[in-house]
């Protein structure tokens, strides 16, 4: 937090001219071959995954068929996702994505609340600081860069070369406007994810900055809702867009943004 | 760097949030009016439409948050700080 504290102390006193040269992110570089990677965020998101894998292993170790404790959470978790999968992409097709839908759920919830609940200021590390693994834009577009894989695939693997027909499929004249589609379709997926969970550990940081205690405690509740909704949203994004895919234009496209 | 530059960019940090907050917010006042009005209507529907709700209202704060990610861009990382 103190990392953090100073860099938005000089965010508050604004009006010096250094402002614009601060970065929110002040990264921990690692060097992989002639790579360079944001060592925080690997560390963060191995932390995620080591999570996740622990908690199903835990759940599938002993399955009962009164289900118990962790199994009982894991199947919990898995009825909700289903029924996600199945409300978007619809009963006949929904059962192949459950695992993608799921994992993306999973995923971006666990790190959205990593970065709420585990006290990752207490450990020091060299440079920058470890936060949750989604408020690197890096770690956004890479999920949002794999949810147009899997919809280009679910449409192409359906409908073949027919897929690309939605391209021109009510008029011609509208053949930009789909291209564009592509490209914003991700850009806005991996943008609101990254601004949300930015914004809140801002929120929190600047509070705590003014008032130490008990004052930012509701913001921070608040922030553990919305990134409970950020990952629904995601998922279901995701999965609208893979319906939509699969079910070509001119289908019901209430859940576009 | 140029002081032209930061003061550019810190008031047009300050009009991306400030202008990206209006239309949203008209937004999420109109759907949450409805919603309340949906359910004074029909109390027993109340679980789904605030699930819907919900979603929607995420949905329309993104747009704030486009401005706000904007805003960072120009405070902190900005592209034409030279």
Known sequence: MMHQSSLLLDFVQAGTF??????????????????????QVFMTTWLVMALLIVASLAATRNIQRIPQGMQNLMEYALEFVRDLAKNQIGEKEYRPWVPFVGTLFLFIFVANWSGALVPWKLI??????????????NTTVALALLVSLAYFYAGFRK????YFGKYIEPTPVLLPIA???????????????FG???????????????????????????????????ALVFATLASAYIHEALEGHGGDEHHAP | MD????SASVLAAALAIGLAAIGPGIGQGNASGQAVEGIARQ???????????????????????????????LLFANPFAG
């Open chain 2, 3 to 6: 002081p032209q530059i930061a």
């Open chain 1, 179 to 193: 291209i564009l589609e592509d490209f914003t379709k991700p850009l806005s997926l991996s943008f609101r994810l």
């Open chain 1, 159 to 162: 409908r073949g070369l027919g």
């Open chain 1, 124 to 137: 020091r590390i060299p440079e920058g600081e470890l936060a949750a693994p989604t408020n690197d834009i």
């Open chain 1, 18 to 39: 250094s402002l614009a040269k601060l970065e929110v992110g002040h990264h921990f570089y690692w060097q992989l071959g002639n790579l360079k990677v944001h060592g």
């Open chain 2, 43 to 73: 109390p027993e529907a109340e679980g789904k439409i605030r699930g819907t709700l919900l979603l929607t209202l995420a949905f329309m704060e993104s747009l704030t948050i486009y401005g706000l990610v904007i805003a960072l861009v």
């Open chain 1, 196 to 230: 949300n969970i930015l914004a809140d550990e801002l929120v929190v940081a600047v509070l705590v900055l003014l008032v130490p205690l008990f004052v930012p405690l509701p913001v921070m509740i608040l922030g553990l809702f919305t990134s409970a909704i950020q």
